[in-house]
Protein backbone atom coordinates (compact mmCIF):
# COMPACT_ATOMS: atom_id res chain seq x y z
CA UNK A 1 0.00 0.00 0.00
CA UNK A 2 1.10 3.20 -0.90
CA UNK A 3 2.31 5.54 1.62
CA UNK A 4 1.13 8.75 -0.35
CA UNK A 5 -1.80 11.43 0.82
CA UNK A 6 -5.27 10.58 -0.98
CA UNK A 7 -6.99 13.69 -2.15
CA UNK A 8 -10.27 13.93 -2.47
CA UNK A 9 -12.87 16.56 -3.63
CA UNK A 10 -16.50 17.14 -3.01
CA UNK A 11 -18.82 16.75 -6.09
CA UNK A 12 -20.25 20.30 -5.46
CA UNK A 13 -16.21 21.28 -5.28
CA UNK A 14 -15.47 19.38 -8.98
CA UNK A 15 -18.80 20.57 -10.41
CA UNK A 16 -17.62 23.87 -9.62
CA UNK A 17 -14.03 23.64 -10.99
CA UNK A 18 -15.67 21.84 -14.12
CA UNK A 19 -17.50 24.94 -14.61
CA UNK A 20 -14.54 27.06 -14.94
CA UNK A 21 -12.06 24.69 -16.50
CA UNK A 22 -14.91 24.45 -19.75
CA UNK A 23 -14.91 28.33 -20.15
CA UNK A 24 -11.39 28.29 -20.32
CA UNK A 25 -10.94 25.16 -22.92
CA UNK A 26 -13.71 27.73 -24.72
CA UNK A 27 -11.41 30.24 -24.57
CA UNK A 28 -8.49 28.22 -25.83
CA UNK A 29 -10.33 26.52 -28.42
CA UNK A 30 -10.75 30.93 -29.92
CA UNK A 31 -7.33 31.65 -29.15
CA UNK A 32 -5.08 28.97 -30.50
CA UNK A 33 -4.23 29.28 -33.83
CA UNK A 34 -3.29 25.87 -35.04
CA UNK A 35 -6.25 23.99 -35.99
CA UNK A 36 -5.48 20.82 -34.19
CA UNK A 37 -4.75 22.90 -31.15
CA UNK A 38 -8.57 24.59 -31.39
CA UNK A 39 -10.25 21.41 -32.58
CA UNK A 40 -8.55 19.84 -28.99
CA UNK A 41 -9.77 22.40 -26.61
CA UNK A 42 -13.13 22.27 -28.15
CA UNK A 43 -13.18 18.03 -27.88
CA UNK A 44 -12.24 18.78 -24.54
CA UNK A 45 -14.70 21.20 -23.57
CA UNK A 46 -17.30 18.53 -24.63
CA UNK A 47 -16.03 16.31 -22.36
CA UNK A 48 -16.12 18.82 -19.50
CA UNK A 49 -19.64 19.79 -20.52
CA UNK A 50 -20.63 15.99 -20.48
CA UNK A 51 -19.12 15.90 -16.73
CA UNK A 52 -20.37 18.89 -15.56
CA UNK A 53 -24.44 17.37 -17.14
CA UNK A 54 -23.81 14.43 -15.62
CA UNK A 55 -23.32 15.99 -11.81
CA UNK A 56 -25.89 18.69 -12.59
CA UNK A 57 -27.83 15.68 -13.17
CA UNK A 58 -26.75 13.13 -10.19
CA UNK A 59 -27.28 16.10 -7.56
CA UNK A 60 -29.80 18.50 -8.92
CA UNK A 61 -27.73 21.55 -9.29
CA UNK A 62 -28.02 24.30 -11.52
CA UNK A 63 -24.86 24.60 -14.14
CA UNK A 64 -23.88 27.30 -16.59
CA UNK A 65 -25.89 25.63 -18.95
CA UNK A 66 -29.02 26.17 -16.86
CA UNK A 67 -28.99 29.82 -16.31
CA UNK A 68 -27.80 32.72 -17.91
CA UNK A 69 -27.22 34.58 -14.09
CA UNK A 70 -24.72 31.40 -13.17
CA UNK A 71 -23.07 31.77 -16.84
CA UNK A 72 -22.38 35.75 -16.61
CA UNK A 73 -21.16 34.62 -12.60
CA UNK A 74 -18.48 32.27 -13.93
CA UNK A 75 -17.48 34.30 -17.19
CA UNK A 76 -16.49 37.39 -14.64
CA UNK A 77 -15.32 34.94 -12.19
CA UNK A 78 -13.18 33.29 -15.10
CA UNK A 79 -12.58 35.91 -17.74
CA UNK A 80 -12.05 39.01 -16.13
CA UNK A 81 -12.93 42.29 -17.74
CA UNK A 82 -8.90 43.25 -18.17
CA UNK A 83 -5.79 41.63 -17.72
CA UNK A 84 -5.34 38.13 -18.58
CA UNK A 85 -8.23 35.35 -17.97
CA UNK A 86 -7.63 33.05 -14.85
CA UNK A 87 -6.27 30.21 -16.54
CA UNK A 88 -6.72 26.97 -14.48
CA UNK A 89 -4.17 23.96 -14.63
CA UNK A 90 -4.70 20.94 -12.86
CA UNK A 91 -0.75 20.91 -11.10
CA UNK A 92 2.28 23.11 -11.44
CA UNK A 93 4.07 21.05 -13.92
CA UNK A 94 1.17 21.87 -16.58
CA UNK A 95 0.84 25.35 -15.45
CA UNK A 96 4.59 25.42 -16.28
CA UNK A 97 4.11 24.32 -19.30
CA UNK A 98 0.85 25.60 -20.84
CA UNK A 99 0.91 28.86 -19.28
CA UNK A 100 3.37 30.39 -21.81
CA UNK A 101 1.04 29.35 -24.75
CA UNK A 102 -2.03 30.88 -23.21
CA UNK A 103 -0.37 34.16 -22.52
CA UNK A 104 1.38 34.22 -25.63
CA UNK A 105 -2.04 33.21 -27.99
CA UNK A 106 -4.04 35.72 -25.73
CA UNK A 107 -1.95 38.49 -26.64
CA UNK A 108 -0.89 37.73 -30.02
CA UNK A 109 0.13 40.27 -32.73
CA UNK A 110 -3.16 41.86 -34.56
CA UNK A 111 -5.45 40.38 -32.05
CA UNK A 112 -8.22 43.17 -31.20
CA UNK A 113 -8.37 44.44 -27.57
CA UNK A 114 -9.97 46.87 -25.47
CA UNK A 115 -8.25 49.32 -22.87
CA UNK A 116 -9.52 52.49 -20.98
CA UNK A 117 -7.53 55.51 -22.28
CA UNK A 118 -5.92 58.41 -21.10
CA UNK A 119 -9.11 60.08 -20.89
CA UNK A 120 -11.05 56.79 -19.56
CA UNK A 121 -12.72 56.01 -22.05
CA UNK A 122 -13.38 52.06 -23.23
CA UNK A 123 -10.89 52.15 -26.62
CA UNK A 124 -10.22 49.36 -29.16
CA UNK A 125 -6.93 49.03 -30.41
CA UNK A 126 -4.90 46.24 -32.41
CA UNK A 127 -1.61 44.61 -30.66
CA UNK A 128 1.17 45.41 -32.71
CA UNK A 129 4.10 43.77 -30.64
CA UNK A 130 3.22 41.62 -26.91
CA UNK A 131 6.38 41.72 -25.24
CA UNK A 132 6.18 38.86 -23.13
CA UNK A 133 9.02 39.09 -20.38
CA UNK A 134 8.02 42.70 -19.50
CA UNK A 135 4.21 41.90 -20.14
CA UNK A 136 3.54 44.92 -21.94
CA UNK A 137 2.24 45.32 -25.18
CA UNK A 138 2.01 47.79 -27.70
CA UNK A 139 -1.07 48.69 -29.17
CA UNK A 140 -2.07 50.65 -32.01
CA UNK A 141 -5.35 52.29 -32.13
CA UNK A 142 -6.41 54.87 -35.03
CA UNK A 143 -2.74 55.60 -35.62
CA UNK A 144 -2.00 56.68 -31.73
CA UNK A 145 0.32 53.83 -30.31
CA UNK A 146 0.08 53.11 -26.56
CA UNK A 147 2.55 50.82 -24.43
CA UNK A 148 0.15 49.01 -22.02
CA UNK A 149 0.81 46.40 -19.33
CA UNK A 150 -1.23 43.29 -19.65
CA UNK A 151 -3.58 43.88 -16.29
CA UNK A 152 -5.00 46.85 -18.70
CA UNK A 153 -6.22 45.70 -21.42
CA UNK A 154 -8.93 42.54 -22.56
CA UNK A 155 -9.05 41.03 -25.56
CA UNK A 156 -11.82 40.96 -28.00
CA UNK A 157 -12.56 37.53 -29.12
Not at 16 to 44: G, N, T
Amino acid sequence: MSDLPVQSITPHRLFDVLQKEYLICILRAKIYPIAKHSAYWDKLALQKKDKICFLKNKYSLLSIFDDDKILKLYEKIVYNDYGLPNFYYPNEKVKDSQMYWDVRNYFTEKSKIKFLNEFGKVTVGIIKVSNLDKKELCIDSDGLIYILNFDDVSRIL
